[in-house]
């Protein structure tokens, strides 16, 4: 199968890799996909509680070279943009973005799964408040 | 490998990458020799003459073309029936080996109809009798299907039990085409005989490669291809058993009565040339080629372990084709894995490299979980690869792997001491 110049872009110079501390309050950690299916993103974002908006992004993938790519243009695509913009954002704009083949379409599901996912677990940590100990990011 | 040793079949956009070692490289390099192998030079020259002068049909009596090409075709029978140990009359051509296995089983079961109605075969067969089976089970042919173990082995127990007084034929490869392994073909043929059922196997990724023979093993019908031991693609043959017992075929392809009506249709002739050439060669090669190779393999397995944990064989090594390596590379999906070696052509057992979205069927009935299933190579070395290829091969899937687990949140967490098959995984 050819790949699109920029998965291929975004498999040889992957932006934003790595992790953030999980259980810092201020981070949402969204981990989706399964070893099985050959799909696991980890994307996390820092984001101020003052402004709402997402600071900073990382992410690690383990899947084909599409599923990073996917991943890596969603770290690329928070950043900078407030909660609310990033959950607008559409597996379709980076099918569109990255010419995925019909067959890579799970992949930019995948991603934007990750990117609510992420938002999810910084909203849960947000509202449990101070009080509570913050918990490890699950996957449940 | 020798200076000046045979390299072709590569193709113009080949880089030339000059090593320290001041041994030349050619990239692309090919290491998927299972799924074919580039035609070896001294074969394509036998076979040339035979497109534009020897042209003749070898199905035409009454002139010296057709003569030509009829000795011409006989003289391949005979080197390809040497290289078994069958005799030439035993040999039916047809154009690749789905065919032959079609041809086979097919044949057989319409031919016994009265004798039984069970076949049984084993879950890690290739598709080609796989498919032909359940076919047949739709015309309400029984089928059993003999799991293999965590090696890739079937039990001989279980085979014995599953035989019936309705068992009209045993279709068990003698070569796994994924992972290379080697089922106990003697002892199958043995039973096979004492039972007075006849034996089918799919040989095509041994001729050649390994000794075969077919009086040794007991077999009454094998699957042959020329493309898989460096001769041309298109033409196979399916030998066929004439003496103790005598096999008999219902044909599947009807026509003007060809190979003794078993195959209709005008011979290939010059890739039957071909197919003769290359198993003459690989009769007279095969004892140096099978131990370089295997050094080949061994290096590469070496190489790979010396320098990356956690990576698993799939299936015996000890039951193996010398020139097959199928591992797994935890927590690195396949085929980001192959778009990381671009200048090596290996093949992968993920999901994501097939149409289907299923990993490897082969290595699931190993009992491979799906998740080290997505992360299976296979490496299959061939006549044209040299020592320092695999040296470059296990460069690159080093640095690969090691740049793709930084990469993977399974190999971070894997680390950090989480038990991966305890997680709840949200799956899409």
Same mark, same amino acid.
């Given at each position: ?5 920029? /998965? ?18 201020? /981070? ?66 980076? /099918? ?6 019909? /067959? ?37 | 490998? %020798? ?30 020799? #299972? ?46 029936? #040497? ?12 154009? +690749? ?82 992972? +290379?392994?080697?089922? %106990? ?10 039972? $007075?059922?006849?034996? #089918? ?6 001729? +050649? ?24 693609? $298109? ?22 009565? #060809? ?40 290096? !590469? ?23 097959? !390596? ?53 490496? $299959?070395? +061939? ?46």
């Amino acid at each position: 199968m050819a790949y699109s110049e920029k /998965v291929i872009d975004h498999y040889k110079n992957p932006r934003n890799v790595g992790s953030l501390p999980k259980d810092d309050p201020s /981070v949402g950690t969204g981990l989706v996909g399964a070893p099985e299916c050959g799909d696991v993103m980890k994307l996390q974002m820092k984001i101020n509680p003052e402004t709402d908006v997402i600071e900073d992004a990382k992410f690690k993938t383990f899947g084909c070279g599409s599923a990073i790519a996917s991943s890596s243009l969603a770290t690329e695509w928070v950043k900078g943009k407030k909660v609310d913009e990033a959950l607008k954002i559409k597996n379709t704009e980076i /099918v569109k973005e990255l010419n995925l083949p019909p /067959v890579k379409i799970h992949c930019s599901v995948l991603a934007e799964d990750a990117i609510k996912a992420a938002i999810a677990d910084y909203k849960r940590k947000q509202g449990a408040g101070a009080k509570l100990q913050a918990q490890p990011a699950s996957a449940d | 490998m %020798p200076k000046g040793a045979a390299r072709n079949g590569i193709g113009e956009k080949e880089r030339i990458l000059e090593r320290d070692d001041d041994m030349a490289l050619k990239l692309p390099i090919y290491m998927d020799n #299972h799924a074919t192998t580039p035609v070896d030079p001294r074969v394509l020259e036998t076979m040339l003459p035979y497109f534009t002068q020897s042209f003749g049909n070898a199905a035409s009596r009454n002139h010296s073309f057709g003569w030509e090409a009829e000795k011409a075709a006989e003289n391949a029978r005979e080197q390809i029936a #040497h290289l078994i140990g069958a005799t030439a009359k035993e040999i039916i051509f047809t154009s +690749g080996a789905t065919e032959s296995d079609n041809l086979a089983i097919k044949g057989v079961a319409e031919m016994y109809r009265e004798k039984g109605n069970h076949i049984i075969t084993m879950a890690i067969e290739h598709k080609a009798v796989l498919d032909t089976c359940k076919r047949l089970e739709k015309y309400g042919y029984l089928v059993t299907y003999l799991p293999v173990s965590r090696e890739g082995l079937i039990d001989l127990d279980e085979l014995r039990a599953a035989l019936t007084d309705k068992t009209i034929l045993i279709t068990i490869m003698y070569a796994n085409n994924e992972i +290379g392994v080697l089922q %106990p073909i003697e002892e199958i043929g043995r039973l096979a005989k004492e039972k $007075g059922v006849l034996f #089918h196997t799919d040989a095509t990724q041994a001729v +050649g490669k390994i000794p075969f023979d077919v009086q040794k093993f007991n077999v009454d019908l094998a699957s042959l291809s020329a493309h898989k031991m460096y001769g041309p693609k $298109g033409v196979a043959a399916l030998y066929v058993r004439r003496r103790n017992p005598r096999v008999q075929l219902s044909a599947i392809i009807d026509g003007g009565g #060809h190979e003794r009506g078993m195959r209709s249709g005008t011979l290939n002739v010059p890739g039957i040339v071909g197919f003769g050439k290359a198993c003459e060669l690989a009769e007279k090669e095969m004892p140096q080629e099978m131990a370089r190779l295997r050094g080949l393999r061994d290096r !590469l397995k070496e190489g790979l372990f010396a320098r990356l944990d956690e990576v698993y064989i799939n299936g015996s090594m000890e039951h193996r084709l010398p020139h097959n !390596l199928n591992a797994s590379f935890a927590y690195v999906e396949g085929e980001s894995l192959l778009m990381g070696i671009n200048d090596v052509a290996v093949s992968s057992g993920s999901a994501c490299t097939s149409a289907t979205l299923e990993p490897s069927y082969v290595l699931k009935a190993l009992g491979v979980g799906e998740d080290l299933a997505h992360t299976s190579i296979r490496f $299959g070395l +061939g006549r044209f690869n040299t020592e320092a290829e695999v040296d470059y091969v296990v460069d690159r899937v080093v640095e690969t792997v090691v740049r793709l687990r930084e990469l993977s949140p399974l190999y971070e967490m894997a680390k950090e001491g989480v038990d991966l098959k305890q997680m709840q995984w949200k799956a899409d």
